[in-house]
């Protein structure tokens, strides 16, 4: 049905503002929507697969239809006589109203060829199917090699087959093998792996199998126990973050404003690409604090013989270069080198495997250049792009059959990353077809892609489908809020990461909503607190303004007004927002959000953290996102209870997280690498989005870097998918136009 009543008055969704299709199906939940025949309630259906339409939840007669029929027909001819008119509100826009647009199949999907059956190698008992590639790369066992291994090509089958054929057949000595991953997680499945294929388990124990970290780490602690002693090591952020506030102190650094995550990260970077404090040179103002924290941070770690994770690597590094003795024993001791996920090392992790190979050169890199994404962690895929140039006589054997994705999503991914410049050329080839086309579809914003979403989801697991069989994945975390809470609302078990804060919690954010909390409650310590960066006060103007509140007996935005140890424009400031405060109480959050930032200066406290240390994430998103999803509410005091109901529900989801055992997944894409689920969906594939405004800042001033690692962000988001995988392209996002993004346009039309 077309046509249902809401609030004494018919809905025709041909004609019904697309901006309020979200506003209208929640309202349809709570049963405020009703048949125009027989006045039940109705639902408003909003997913992938069908248009928009309304529909009884028990089974009628056909006489609602009927009569439906009959309304449908009598707009239609008053639609012809007098044309269609937008109505005369607020914030509609002809995209508001724009048509429903149709789930759209990627385009230019090619014949699906079958390939010819694989070759059949066997190790002793254990019969393994490899294809010519894999065989190749598995009985390569001298000098430097690359293995290319593409996307769901088997990677891990091909590292452990290597590993049992240089010890079974090849006779090759176990403890003379170095094989290193990324994460443990990975080395426990190398090594269950190699279970398989019948080796004693004085072999297995024999073999060197661990990360980077975990091999480097045993290698300082036995030649410097002391130095090195698990009792100095900082293994918590909380412990980094306190010195870096520490030192921040000495300078002036307001730690409530500060992003010393963001600053945490960067000193990081600089480490793990072998940058010193001394040869940063600073690009912003942010950048000169964030080198001083650097500096401070080494020289209280040596003044307190402390160390953090990145020291394992660097001073390993520093251990083999200067020790030539030391690094000859280990010479004696390991010929060949096994690498795992080759894309992502990183400076000094690359420094340390030449070190370790150079007298046999025996090293062998596996990895996908097109599935490099973690710059932001110092790797560099220019590692695997020149690895025959460092090495001349390398052997390269590309993998290039994938096994996890059908032939179509194979397809679309090979379409995207062709496109980038900086890459080794390779055309993956699927095993299987399947009877879905990766598709797009066009929700009106955030609000009403997360509500498609789980409507899709709930269709395919009434069809038979697990929860576990879906992912849904996103550029950054801020991007899940709305499926967040659209499954928060649902009976759907779902997944988060356990790092995830809620949106609410976010800086920018409690900083915003304190306005609103206060406005409710003038007496509330926490929002007053959270105000103080806002207001440009320091936290210690805190204190005086509880002292106000106590002796002249006001509350604390009454207090506010009176403070006299501040300077006159901060006074004349102060005194002018507080009596607003109890205008916001008054009106919808949408007009109580926008007099914030007009009235009460909060767009001057944006402007002025700006974009400080984190290109990734500005201020002003958080604020627009906050504006869409205060458009829902009508009242403060509802909008508020929403957002107490979404953290605690995200505290509660960290808890429930681990008991699932078969449940949605909500990854962001960097933590979706290296797995595969049946069904993928990928939220907000528009310009700004996916690709970053970052990468697009970047491009636009001449430095394509950072978008071509975007678009292989994309390629591993789709090769992810094993069955079916659905794109969104949103109209609106964060209350504004949004375009597809620039890597899909090509399968659009």
């Known amino acids: 049905m077309k046509i249902a009543s809401y609030q004494n008055k018919d809905i025709n969704l041909t004609y019904y503002p697309r901006q309020s299709f979200q506003m209208l199906y929640e309202a349809s939940l709570r049963d405020e929507v009703t048949c125009v025949s027989c006045q039940k309630p109705v639902k408003l259906y909003l997913g992938i697969q069908k248009q928009p339409h309304f529909y009884h939840l028990v089974q009628t007669d056909f006489s609602c239809e009927a009569e439906v029929h009959s309304r449908l027909q009598v707009a239609a001819t008053i639609a012809e006589q007098d044309g269609f008119r937008l109505p005369k509100r607020r914030n509609i826009t002809p995209q508001a109203v724009s048509t429903w647009k149709e789930i759209q199949p990627a385009k230019g999907i090619t014949a699906f060829i079958k390939p010819e059956a694989s070759t059949s190698y066997t190790i002793e008992e254990s019969s393994l199917q490899l294809d010519a590639a894999q065989y190749e790369a598995v009985t390569t066992t001298e000098g430097p090699l690359l293995i290319l291994a593409g996307a769901g090509s088997g990677k891990t089958r091909v590292l452990t087959a290597r590993t049992a054929y240089m010890v079974q057949e090849k006779g090759i000595d176990p403890k003379s093998i170095m094989l290193v991953t990324f994460t443990a997680k990975a080395a426990r499945e190398m090594k269950e792996r190699l279970q398989r294929f019948q080796l004693p388990q004085a072999i297995l124990h024999a073999l060197l199998v661990g990360t980077f970290h975990s091999i480097f780490y045993r290698i300082l602690i036995h030649h410097e126990p002391e130095r090195w002693s698990s009792q100095y090591l900082l293994k918590y952020d909380w412990q980094i973050d306190r010195i870096l506030k520490e030192a921040g102190a000495e300078i002036g650094i307001d730690e409530k404003e500060f992003p010393y995550d963001q600053a945490m990260q960067q000193i990081s970077y600089w480490k793990n690409t072998l940058t010193h404090y001394d040869t940063v040179k600073p690009s912003n103002p942010w950048e000169d604090k964030a080198q001083y924290l650097y500096k401070r941070y080494e020289q209280i770690k040596q003044e307190r013989s402390l160390f953090d994770f990145d020291d394992m690597l660097y ?90 994705s059908s032939h179509s999503i194979v397809t679309v991914a090979n379409k995207i990353i062709r496109f980038n410049k900086n890459r080794r050329p390779k055309k993956m080839q699927a095993q299987f077809q399947s009877p879905f086309v990766p598709s797009f579809f066009f929700p009106y914003d955030e609000e009403e892609e997360a509500t498609m979403i789980v409507t899709d989801i709930k269709e395919k697991i009434q069809k038979g489908a697990n929860p576990s069989d879906f992912a849904i994945l996103y550029r950054t975390h801020v991007a899940s809020r709305a499926i967040f809470e659209r499954l928060s609302q649902s009976a759907l078990p779902f997944i988060m990461e356990h790092d995830a804060d809620s949106f609410y919690q976010r800086r920018v954010t409690k900083s915003l909503l304190a306005y609103l909390r206060l406005a409710m409650n003038e007496d509330d310590v926490g929002a007053i607190r959270d105000l103080m960066g806002a207001l440009f006060l320091k936290q210690s103007a805190l204190q005086d303004v509880k002292a106000i509140s106590i002796l002249q007996d006001c509350t604390l935005v009454s207090a506010l007004g009176k403070l006299t140890n501040i300077q006159s424009f901060q006074q004349k400031k102060l005194q002018k927002i507080v009596p607003l405060f109890r205008t916001l109480r008054h009106i919808e959050p949408l007009a109580a959000i926008e007099m914030i930032e007009r009235e009460m200066g909060f767009s001057d406290y944006i402007k002025k953290r700006g974009n400080e240390g984190n290109a990734m994430e500005k201020g002003s998103d958080d604020v627009r996102d906050l504006k869409v999803v205060a458009r829902k509410f009508v009242s403060v005091r509802d909008f508020l209870a929403h957002v107490d109901h979404m953290i605690a529900m995200n505290d509660e989801m960290k808890h429930l997280s681990k008991t699932y055992q078969d449940a949605i997944q909500l990854l962001t894409i960097h933590r979706s690498k290296g797995l595969e689920y049946k069904h993928v969906y990928l939220l907000g594939a528009v310009d700004g989005s996916l690709p970053h405004d970052f990468a697009l800042d970047a491009f636009r001033e001449g430095d394509s870097t950072p978008l071509e690692e975007e678009r292989r962000l994309i390629y591993v988001a789709i090769t992810r998918a094993q069955e079916t995988l659905y794109v969104s392209v949103p109209s609106m996002r964060r209350g504004r136009t949004a375009y597809p993004s620039r890597f899909i346009k090509h399968l659009l039309q």
Request: hydrophobic fraction near 30%; charged fraction near 25%.
């Open 315 to 404: 001073g390993c590094y520093e251990l083999l270069r200067t020790n030539e003795d030391l690094l000859s024993r280990y010479h004696n001791r390991f010929r060949y080198f096994l690498i795992d996920e080759f894309q992502d090392v990183n400076k000094v992790q690359y420094k340390i495997m030449q070190l370790l190979s150079r007298h046999t050169n025996n090293i062998c890199a596996v990895g996908d250049d097109d599935q490099s994404i973690y710059a932001f962690r110092g790797s560099d895929p220019s590692f695997i792009l020149h690895f025959d140039k460092d090495y001349p006589e390398a052997k390269v054997v590309t993998l290039n059959q994938n096994y996890r």
